[in-house]
């Protein structure tokens, strides 16, 4: 049950990830964040983390 926990959060943070460079692009405006070049940087670097964590979290899953 553990694995799926890790699995959740890897997803969440694949979301904000992508919310994230949305933002420091310009495509999502109205936040402090739009058209910040920091989050067009930290965004796909979270979102990165996010699949590493989701594909981890299956393969335990999966093999446990």
Known sequence: ?????????????????????????????????SNNSTWEIVGPVVAVVGVLLTVIGVRRARSA
């Open 1 to 33: 049950m553990r694995h799926w926990g890790l699995t959740i959060v890897g997803v969440v943070l694949v979301v904000v990830g992508v919310i994230w460079t949305l933002q420091g692009i310009g495509t999502i405006g109205g936040s402090f964040m």
